[in-house]
Every structure is written in structure tokens, then in C-alpha cells.
């Protein structure tokens, strides 16, 4: 599918079993719809690790940079929901990220994606 907007905002983690169906729960019933409901939220979707594994890929599309600064975003940020403050403990491994969307082209509804997570190399002494 082609990527809405002009930035994204991408996310991997991994939730223990234990507590999946709960989190699953929270993350399709409050938080997904909360996140889209600040302006220049555009389009959510998860991804689940293809292996079964813990891993989860998350990735909000967004009008661009600037929604990831903006005072609707930052106070949902910094004043949390009770359930989103019960949840965020068991985000595991966490790595988020902000991309910019060079391009995108497509047709189709995705069933599967590969994501790349490239880090520079340690500087040697």
C-alpha cells in the first residue's frame, strides 16, 4: 500500500506472552485510536514478528515531522491514560524511530513487510 504523508514514525518491540492479549487489547482499543486522533496521525498498522515470536513492528504514518512536536501530541505524551501507564512496562526491547517518506508506490493491501534497522558502526580507537 502506498504511505500516507510525508513522515513516519517507526517502532519495534518485543510484549512476553503473558501479557499479549491484554496489551493487544489496549494497543487496538485505546491506543491505535488515540494516536489517530491527533491531527496529522494518518494511518496506524502492526505488524507481528513472522516467526510467532514476541516481536511486534508498529508504524504511524504522518503529515510530516512536525506532528511528532505538536501540542495535542506532546500532552498526550506527558499525561498518559491509566491503562496506557499499565502497558508501556511491558514494551520490551524498544526502538523507535522517525523516518521521512522518500517515496512510496503501490496498489495493493500488504500482508507482509521486512523492516531494516541500520545503526552506524562503533568508532574504533
Not at 485505546?30 to 508504524?59: C, N
Not at 491503562?83 to 508501556?88: A, F, G, H
Request: hydrophobic share 40%; aromatic share 10%; net charge neutral.
Amino acid at each position: 500500500m502506498s504511505m500516507l504523508g510525508k513522515a513516519a514514525l517507526a517502532m519495534w518491540w518485543d510484549v512476553s506472552d503473558d501479557v499479549r492479549p491484554e496489551w493487544e487489547h489496549w494497543h487496538a482499543h485505546e491506543h491505535v485510536p488515540e494516536r489517530l486522533s491527533i491531527a496529522g496521525f494518518l494511518r496506524a498498522t502492526r505488524w507481528t514478528d513472522v516467526s510467532g515470536g514476541e516481536g511486534f513492528f508498529v508504524m504511524y504514518e504522518l503529515q510530516d515531522h512536525a506532528v511528532l512536536a505538536s501540542p495535542p501530541y506532546v500532552a498526550r505524551l506527558n499525561a498518559p491514560t491509566t491503562w496506557s501507564t499499565k502497558m508501556m512496562p511491558f514494551h520490551r526491547n524498544m526502538v523507535r524511530t522517525q523516518c521521512q517518506v522518500v517515496y512510496s508506490h503501490c496498489c495493493v493491501t500488504d500482508r507482509n513487510a521486512l523492516t531494516v534497522r541500520c545503526s552506524p558502526a562503533a568508532v574504533q580507537a
